[in-house]
Each structure stands twice: as structure tokens, then as C-alpha cells.
């Protein structure tokens, strides 16, 4: 069984929050209703969208509220999204050193291939995984999921939100906060990753203290 590294992808491999909160704020405009601020945009990213929208507009349908983001949000996924910087490089790294790479999201997984694809880091990675009906993070079931379908031993979680970190818990992983995505250092902190850190430069030296690469 390959030691397996499962990461999050939003915040965590892909700077996508631009493109995210575009078609989050396009729906609302669109339904006529109030923004949220940017502090409670941050609370709701990693949510699953129904419950981003009931959260934001308990007085609407959020299926169709949900709905109408995904059309927005296929057409428009890569306008600025990015990999983080190295992070490329990094997943090439630890593909060449024997791990296997997989990705747990709350995200669809359709949707999360296209992502991954539109901004070049698909063919670095072993699997995409949704969430698809199976109970969001912070419930370990999308992570475990997603190492079952590379058939890995599991490693580590790395992810930028409270909710990855708690997942990774829950899955017997060692956890990695980055904090250049969604959530604040103070508010991973209270998750008590095993690692909170400001990027991913730290972690091929956190997997050879490991012994595991």
C-alpha cells in the first residue's frame, strides 16, 4: 500500500476564492439579496453549498439558490483561480518519492476534476474525490473515501479550514493546517492540527520526519 498524502483543494492547492465569491455574490445579486461581509464568507467556504446558502439566505430555496451557482460557477471556475505558488512542483516532488496523491473536497467530484484540470494539476494527482452524498467534512467519510479509491495507506490531511483538519482527525491522519486559504491561523489553531503552518513548504520535511517517504 503507497503511503497516501490526501489534501483539500480549495485554499489549499488552488487559490480559488476569487472565483468562488464571484459566483456565491453573482446569486445573491441575482435573487436581490445582501452580501455577506467577508468574514462570514470565510465561515461559510468548506460548507456544502446548500448549507453555504441557507446559512446566507435562510428565507430562500437554497437548492435552487445552489443550482443556480453551479451553472455560474462551471462557466466561470478557472477566471483566476491558480495553483498556490510551488504547489505544482511540490505534488511532483512527492509523487516521485513513492506517495500517492488524492483529493477530498466538499465539492462534487466532477466539478473538482474540471477544476483541477482547468488550472493543470489533475495529471499530479492520483484521485479527485467529492463529497457525492457522503456525509461532509468535518465527518472523516469523504477522506476515507478517497483512500480507499487509491487503495493507500493514509499519511497525512492537508487543508486550510477547521473542517479538514477535524476530518483528518477523525480518519486517524496526521494533520497539516496551511493558513493561506480560507480560515485565520487563530481559527485553525482551535482545531489543534498536529502542524499549522503559512504554506506547504514545510511538509516534504514533515513527511521525512515521518519516516515515511
Not at 477544476?115 to 479527485?128: F, K, R, S, T, Y
Not at 463529497?131 to 487509491?150: H, M, S
Request: aromatic share 4%; hydrophobic share 45%.
Amino acid at each position: 500500500m503507497k503511503p497516501t498524502i490526501v489534501f483539500d483543494l480549495d485554499g489549499t492547492l488552488v487559490d480559488s476564492l476569487a472565483d468562488i465569491t464571484a459566483s456565491f455574490h453573482h446569486v445573491l445579486r441575482e435573487a436581490g439579496l445582501p452580501l455577506p461581509e467577508d468574514a462570514e464568507m470565510a465561515d461559510l467556504i468548506g460548507r456544502p453549498l446548500a448549507e453555504m446558502f441557507r446559512r446566507a439566505a435562510p428565507e430562500h430555496d437554497a437548492e435552487e439558490l445552489s443550482e443556480a451557482y453551479r451553472a455560474h460557477y462551471r462557466a466561470h471556475m478557472a477566471d483566476q483561480s491558480r495553483p498556490y505558488p510551488g504547489v505544482p512542483e511540490l505534488l511532483g516532488e512527492l509523487r516521485t518519492r513513492g506517495f500517492a496523491l488524492a483529493v477530498a473536497t466538499t465539492k462534487r467530484s466532477a466539478t473538482a476534476r474540471r477544476l483541477a484540470e482547468a488550472v493543470g494539476l489533475l495529471p499530479l494527482l492520483d484521485h479527485v474525490q467529492g463529497t457525492d452524498g457522503l456525509a461532509p467534512k468535518p465527518a472523516p467519510d469523504v477522506v476515507l473515501a478517497a483512500l480507499a479509491a487509491v487503495g493507500g495507506r493514509g499519511v497525512c490531511m492537508v487543508g486550510d479550514t477547521t473542517h479538514d483538519v477535524l476530518a483528518g482527525k477523525a480518519a486517524g491522519l496526521c494533520t497539516y493546517a496551511v493558513s493561506w486559504g480560507t480560515h485565520r491561523p487563530e481559527v485553525l489553531a482551535a482545531a489543534e492540527p498536529d502542524h499549522l503552518e503559512p504554506d506547504l513548504n514545510r511538509l516534504p520535511r514533515l513527511l521525512e520526519a515521518l519516516a515515511v517517504g
